[in-house]
């Protein structure tokens, strides 16, 4: 079974405004970790955000937000003030306990106009 | 630091053919692993290390080899390359295994097998 949902393929987000990418995830471990990646056209991944699933608060980095919805199993990235330079492959993932093992999600391809 | 760095960064093999991705870390990182990238799929775990001389089996390890005689290198190898292995890989790192802890990635290799 697919451990983490990105169901937005692509996604269109004007310069400046904030845009929201979706992430479900499944898991019976009480103990988990959920983190998002960015990756550029040059491919590198690029660590933004993590939440584990004991933290009280959302997670907050600089323009990046994660709301984290527990009760509904979801982790949604929120980019604030979008730049030209966010225009990206984003992926979640989750950990689960003490399994070293990244389970990724499809990814969601944002582009950012000017 | 260099971080984490990988060669070759392309690579065109014909079926059949063997080969090494390298991997090495600067970061004195305990942790080590590989994954593959495939269009539509994210990232998947291929082998990982928790040490020099541990190395342990992910989610798609078959027709992979690793080991880790130090600290800081980690290659896998390709015993008898197949077009199902065309893809990207990327190595990755961390300091523990805390479940808060994020995992570096190297810049990833592309590889084709004719």
């Known amino acids: 079974a697919q451990k983490i949902t990105q169901t937005q393929p692509g996604m269109f987000v004007q310069e400046k405004e904030a845009v929201t990418l979706d992430c479900t995830y499944d898991t019976s471990d009480p103990s988990y970790g959920l983190f998002w990646y960015k990756q550029p056209s040059s491919g590198e991944m690029i660590f933004l955000i993590y939440q584990g699933s004991y933290d009280q608060q959302n997670a907050t980095e600089g323009r990046y937000s994660l709301n984290f919805q527990k009760a509904r199993k979801s982790a949604n990235l929120v980019i604030s003030a979008s730049q030209l330079g966010d225009s990206a492959m984003y992926f979640c993932a989750m950990r689960e306990g003490g399994n070293y093992k990244l389970s990724f999600g499809a990814g969601t391809t944002v582009t950012v106009r000017a | 630091n260099a971080g984490v760095t990988q060669t070759p960064k392309f690579q065109v093999l014909k079926t059949g053919q063997s080969m090494t991705l390298q991997c090495a870390q600067d970061m004195n990182h305990e942790y080590m692993s590989w994954y593959r990238q495939d269009p539509g799929m994210g990232l998947r775990l291929i082998h990982y290390s928790v040490g020099a001389g541990i190395t342990d089996q992910g989610e798609v390890p078959n027709g992979y080899n690793v080991s880790r005689s130090t600290t800081e290198d980690f290659p896998l190898r390709l015993l008898s390359a197949a077009p199902s292995q065309t893809s990207v890989y990327f190595c990755?790192?961390?300091?523990?295994?805390?479940?808060?802890?994020?995992?570096?990635f190297g810049p990833g290799t592309r590889l084709l097998v004719l």
């Open positions: 990755a790192s961390s300091y523990s295994g805390r479940l808060q802890e994020t995992q570096y």
